[in-house]
Every structure is written in C-alpha cells, then in structure tokens.
C-alpha cells in the first residue's frame, strides 16, 4: 500500500487512554500528525484550533453526546472525513449511517482504516463535494473489504 508523502493530520477522539495509545504508533508510523481527544468538546476545539485532514471517532450507541459531535464536526468540517469505530453499526440511524464516510467495528482492521483513509484524503474536492450535496456516502465496513 503506497500512502501520500505529504504530512496529514489525524484527530483521534476516544475515550479509553489505553486504546487512543495503541492507535497513535500506528497512525505515526504510516506518517499521520496525530491530535487527540478523549471527550467530544475537546475534539472540537481541538478541530478549531488547528486544521485535521481526518477524524476517527470512537462511537457507542448509547451517547447521545457523542452522536452531538459526530454533527458537530459534520457541519464545522464537511469536507473532513469522519470516520467512526463502535462496537455494532447495525444500531446506528439511516442519517448517521449515511453521513459517516466510514464505520469500522471493533476490532478494527487497520489495514483497511489506513486504507480507507488514504482513499478518503485523496479524493478530489469535486468528488467530496458530490457525495455531500448527493447524499451518495462512501461506507466502508472492514467485513466488507474481506470476503
């Protein structure tokens, strides 16, 4: 897998110290400039402090303040990628589902996150601006990727 040369910035929002540690090394070691955040008002003002390339945002179902972000970020950040993790998206809603560029289920396959969000950061403005106004989102689930 080839990654762009240039130096992206990831906003890496979750909860749990131990798993935002784990993620860090390996979004580093493909090149990534990683923020964190461990709750979602600290990932927005993270995301107005200095510009991201893409979110990963750590969902449960039963948040609802999580979900608050995810719109938050939506409407700060249309062109920002958000990706979320979660335990099943199953639950999620028609809306989320729709709006997430990609829901990955834990555990997360990274080869396919880092996958995805190269295909994420090398779309083109034009192509990022037709599935917005198109409501055309481009889910990827990791179980999809591997057959």
């Known amino acids: 897998m080839v990654f762009n ?7 890496l929002v979750n909860k749990d110290a131990a798993s935002r540690d784990a993620i860090i ?3 580093k070691s493909y090149g990534y400039n990683v923020l964190q955040a461990r709750s979602g008002p600290a ?3 993270r995301s107005l402090e200095q510009p991201v390339d893409v979110v990963l945002l750590d969902v449960t179902t039963e948040d609802i303040k999580e979900w608050q972000i995810f719109d938050c970020l939506y409407e700060l950040h249309p062109f920002v990628p958000v990706i979320l993790t979660c335990g099943r998206h199953e639950s999620f809603s028609a809306s989320v589902q729709e709006h997430a560029d990609a829901i990955f289920e834990h555990p997360v396959d990274f080869p396919a996150l880092l996958s995805a969000i190269e295909g994420f950061l090398s779309e083109s403005h034009d192509d990022r601006l ?3 106004v198109m409501s ?3 889910t990827v689930r990791a179980r999809d990727l591997h057959p």
Do not use: V
């Open 5 to 11: 040369t240039k130096k992206r910035t990831a906003l």
């Open 25 to 27: 090394p390996i979004l």
């Open 43 to 45: 990932a927005l003002a």
């Open 130 to 132: 037709d599935r917005l």
């Open 136 to 138: 055309r989102p481009c």
